[in-house]
């Protein structure tokens, strides 16, 4: 059984991009991390560092307690689901951040899908299922819902690799699947019995 990280190690794990894994450090720090294959070290210039799935997995066993702040509190990026209390600003700041986030997990799919494909989900999104959604919707410049203004909606289901997106209307509803399916989602329109509500059901393809 290998050994955990030091403190400081995962210091720099948990500081870790949450979208594509990219690292900050010292190199002697990175090389370490390498070393015990929890990085890798891009080839391409500039030979960023990045987690490989081995330190992905113990960032995300960081107990709840210490990853539980709000996302300006600890200025860390999240794509939009939809309905959140407390939105981020909009604006040309947000729609950069937005923009650079697509392109990190557009990066990341290029470098963890065997074939290095950029058009399917890769393992981080399958992970991550509500957050990869949202963000393929926001980066597709749909509008969240929050606040007075409506918009579409990301949630859970118990259903294994599917999110239920809602959205304000059936032309809104059709576009939020059009979207997703170019990000190279499988979704379908269905009719919640209770209610009647229209949703989609989306799961990230695998071929």
Do not use: F, K
């Given at each position: 059984?290998?050994?955990?990280?030091t403190a400081a190690q995962q210091r720099l794990i948990e500081a870790a991009d949450?979208?594509?894994?990219?690292?900050?450090?010292?190199?002697?720090q990175l090389a370490a991390l390498v070393q015990r294959g929890l990085a890798f070290r891009h080839p391409r210039p500039p030979h960023e560092h990045f987690l490989t799935p081995a330190g992905h997995r113990i960032r995300e066993a960081v107990p709840a307690a210490e990853t539980a702040e709000p996302v300006t509190d600890a200025g860390v990026f999240a794509a939009r689901v939809g309905g959140e209390e407390q939105p981020p600003a909009d604006g040309p700041a947000r729609r950069r951040e937005v923009h650079s986030a697509w392109q990190g997990l557009l990066e990341l799919r290029r470098m963890t899908n065997p074939d290095g494909t950029v058009d399917r989900p890769c393992g981080w999104e399958r992970a991550h299922l509500v957050r990869a959604a949202a963000l393929a919707l926001e980066a597709a410049g749909h509008r969240p819902a929050g606040g007075s203004a409506d918009g579409y909606r990301v949630r859970a289901t118990p259903q294994p690799e599917a999110v239920a997106v809602y959205a304000p209307?059936?032309?809104?509803?059709?576009?939020?699947?059009?979207?997703?399916?170019?990000?190279?989602w499988q979704a379908g329109e269905y009719t919640e019995p209770r209610t009647r509500v229209r949703y989609l059901l989306a799961s990230p393809r695998r071929v």
């Open positions: 059984m290998s050994r955990p990280p949450p979208v594509t894994g990219r690292l900050r450090g010292t190199e002697a209307g059936p032309e809104a509803l059709a576009a939020c699947a059009a979207t997703l399916e170019r990000a190279g």
